[in-house]
T-cell receptor, first 108, second 116 residues
């Protein structure tokens, strides 16, 4: 079993829908990243959080340290949100462990 | 604009050849990382460097080598000893090595290596 599990692996939705991507981890962490990988392969950091909730535009990330779970939400989804979303946890002082990613497709 | 530049974006190599992937950053970051991405798997750490003239092996360092002669540059050489080198390679940097809440990551656009 992977230390970081994301669900679903693939998600297809219609424009405007509310999207939720989940990340569960089995190890102790100091913080968690949500990353977005575009079709060309480049990766952009969306959020880094260690507790509570962060919001940036239509994106919201939450984390529950006790339950070892984080969620990424997208409100009013748009085709340009189509990408692979990756959860990565910081384990110990500097070890970063990545989930396999969730491929999101938003249809017009 | 500040960022990370990887080159080449696509690279083809014959078996038995060494190839070097370039990674340059102008963010004044101390820490730099090389990751490998394979289909259906999470990114895996090859090597990382916390400071100039120092680097450490990651989880899958065999068949790879790096150098960190300048703060801005962290090239990765894929040697002929790497048994399955076809993959997508990503370089990243952070202000300092990931410690607690200080490790925001910046990534390059990646280099796709194909061994023929």
């Amino acid at each position: 079993k992977n230390e970081v599990e994301q669900s679903p692996q693939n998600l297809t939705a219609q424009e405007g829908e509310f999207i939720t991507i989940n990340c569960s981890y089995s190890v102790g962490i100091s913080a968690l990243h949500w990353l977005q990988q575009h079709p060309g392969g480049g990766i952009v950091s969306l959020f880094m959080l260690s507790s509570g909730k962060k919001k940036h535009g239509r994106l919201i990330a939450t984390i529950n340290i006790q339950e070892k779970h984080s969620s990424l939400h997208i409100t009013a989804s748009h085709p340009r949100d189509s990408a692979v979303y990756i959860c990565a946890v910081i384990q110990g002082a500097q070890k970063l462990v990545f989930g396999q990613g969730t491929r999101l497709t938003i249809n017009p | 604009d500040g960022g990370i530049t990887q080159s080449p974006k696509y690279l083809f190599r014959k078996e038995g050849q060494n190839v070097t992937l370039s990674c340059e950053q102008n963010l004044n970051h101390d820490a730099m990382y090389w990751y490998r991405q394979d289909p259906g798997q999470g990114l895996r750490l090859i090597y990382y460097s916390q400071i100039v003239n120092d680097f450490q092996k990651g989880d899958i360092a065999e068949g790879y080598s790096v150098s960190r002669e300048k703060k801005e540059s962290f090239p990765l050489t894929v040697t002929s000893a790497q048994k399955n080198p076809t993959a997508f390679y990503l370089c990243a940097s952070s202000i300092s090595a990931l410690v607690g809440n200080t490790g925001e990551l910046f990534f390059g656009e990646g280099s796709r290596l194909t061994v023929l």
